[in-house]
């Protein structure tokens, strides 16, 4: 009888934080000065902060990878729904870092701020309105963009201090992981790619019809071989669009200078030449036996794979700390 009235008092306790917390959202989003009814959908409770739909919306639109902005608003959407739940759990965990950074005195000043944006600017040759009109098109606001962008700095910030700091590959580990992958040495530096290409056309229109049809269904999730086999217009397509290993010294400079700053399991921007387009995936990697490269390379690899299993457990740690709701 006692558990169930403890029970009864628990589940009365949440409900009146959330009414609080919801009643806080509204004041702060206008609702008193405006005198009017502010209507979000609010999606979670996170401690002391509410997740509203919108909010969650714009992370998404932050976060989504860039071939997702091919889509059209009605098929961006339909992407967003179906995986609304993911970027959820991604938002959630946004809360938490950020809180534990706070809590450690990680933090990033506004001047910061405006000096990545002016380097961001700077690489893409936007102007003060060309920026502000490509947010527009992502349906964001110069202030949503700056509170994103500071959470991923203070967050990139933090797992360095609280995770990736206390992390230690050994000399043994990556002679060992080296012995056991072969496929990484080769006589010369070199790429394991894939590709998909679609032949020079006079309509324009229906290029761009076939791009964007390659993209949404790698966005769906199909794999690169399955849609190379059934799209791809070269004899590669047999292959799933697999062309095998490119030497480094074997290639143009400008196809060794974009796998190079590619990671593997990447697919590249559509490359238009004077032959159609090429749209490449990178499989793999070849280093020089015994180069410094290649120590330099397993050891990136093995420290990756270290700071993705202790991330995973600090994750977990702030969430049993933490209050989550998530509403139906």
């Given at each position: 009888m006692l558990n169930l009235r403890v029970k009864e008092e628990l589940k009365l306790l949440k409900f009146f934080v959330f009414f609080i917390l919801s009643l806080i959202f509204l004041i702060e989003s206008g609702w008193a000065e405006e005198n009017k009814f502010f209507v979000d959908k609010i999606v979670a409770?996170?401690?002391?902060?509410?997740?509203?739909?919108?909010?969650?919306y714009k992370f998404m639109e932050f976060n989504a990878k860039d071939d997702f902005k091919a889509l059209?608003?009605?098929?961006?959407?339909?992407?967003?729904?179906?995986?609304e739940e993911e970027f959820l759990e991604k938002l959630i965990d946004t809360k938490l870092q950020i809180e534990e950074a706070e809590r450690y005195g990680i933090f990033v000043s506004d001047s910061e701020i405006e000096g990545a944006i002016n380097d961001i600017k700077k690489k893409?040759?936007?102007t003060d309105e060309g920026f502000i009109e490509t947010l527009k098109k992502e349906g964001m606001t110069l202030n949503d963009y700056k509170k994103m962008l500071k959470e991923q700095i203070i967050i990139g910030r933090a797992l360095n201090s609280l995770v990736r700091s206390k992390i230690v590959v050994t000399d043994a580990e990556i002679n060992g992981y080296i012995k056991a992958h072969p496929e990484l040495s080769c006589v010369d530096d070199g790429y394991y790619v894939s590709q998909i290409v679609i032949k020079k056309r006079e309509n324009t229109e229906e290029l761009k019809a076939k791009i964007n049809e390659i993209f949404k269904r790698l966005i769906q999730g199909e794999s690169f071989s399955k849609v190379a086999s059934q799209l791809?217009?070269?004899?590669?397509a047999k292959l799933?669009?697999?062309?095998?290993?490119?030497?480094?010294n074997e290639i143009a400079p400008e196809l060794?200078?974009?796998f190079s700053?590619?990671?593997?399991?990447q697919i590249s921007e559509p490359m238009m030449t004077e032959h159609g387009v090429f749209i490449f995936k990178l499989d793999g990697v070849c280093f020089s036996k015994g180069s410094q490269e290649l120590v330099n390379y397993v050891r990136n690899l093995l420290e990756d794979e270290k700071f993705k299993k202790e991330y995973k457990?600090?994750?977990?740690?702030?969430?049993q700390r933490a209050y989550i709701e998530i509403m139906d």
């Amino acid at each position: 009888m006692l558990n169930l009235r403890v029970k009864e008092e628990l589940k009365l306790l949440k409900f009146f934080v959330f009414f609080i917390l919801s009643l806080i959202f509204l004041i702060e989003s206008g609702w008193a000065e405006e005198n009017k009814f502010f209507v979000d959908k609010i999606v979670a409770v996170v401690n002391k902060e509410v997740i509203t739909w919108s909010e969650l919306y714009k992370f998404m639109e932050f976060n989504a990878k860039d071939d997702f902005k091919a889509l059209n608003p009605d098929e961006k959407f339909k992407y967003f729904k179906a995986h609304e739940e993911e970027f959820l759990e991604k938002l959630i965990d946004t809360k938490l870092q950020i809180e534990e950074a706070e809590r450690y005195g990680i933090f990033v000043s506004d001047s910061e701020i405006e000096g990545a944006i002016n380097d961001i600017k700077k690489k893409y040759n936007l102007t003060d309105e060309g920026f502000i009109e490509t947010l527009k098109k992502e349906g964001m606001t110069l202030n949503d963009y700056k509170k994103m962008l500071k959470e991923q700095i203070i967050i990139g910030r933090a797992l360095n201090s609280l995770v990736r700091s206390k992390i230690v590959v050994t000399d043994a580990e990556i002679n060992g992981y080296i012995k056991a992958h072969p496929e990484l040495s080769c006589v010369d530096d070199g790429y394991y790619v894939s590709q998909i290409v679609i032949k020079k056309r006079e309509n324009t229109e229906e290029l761009k019809a076939k791009i964007n049809e390659i993209f949404k269904r790698l966005i769906q999730g199909e794999s690169f071989s399955k849609v190379a086999s059934q799209l791809s217009e070269d004899v590669s397509a047999k292959l799933g669009g697999a062309i095998g290993l490119l030497k480094k010294n074997e290639i143009a400079p400008e196809l060794s200078n974009l796998f190079s700053k590619m990671s593997v399991g990447q697919i590249s921007e559509p490359m238009m030449t004077e032959h159609g387009v090429f749209i490449f995936k990178l499989d793999g990697v070849c280093f020089s036996k015994g180069s410094q490269e290649l120590v330099n390379y397993v050891r990136n690899l093995l420290e990756d794979e270290k700071f993705k299993k202790e991330y995973k457990l600090w994750i977990r740690g702030l969430r049993q700390r933490a209050y989550i709701e998530i509403m139906d």
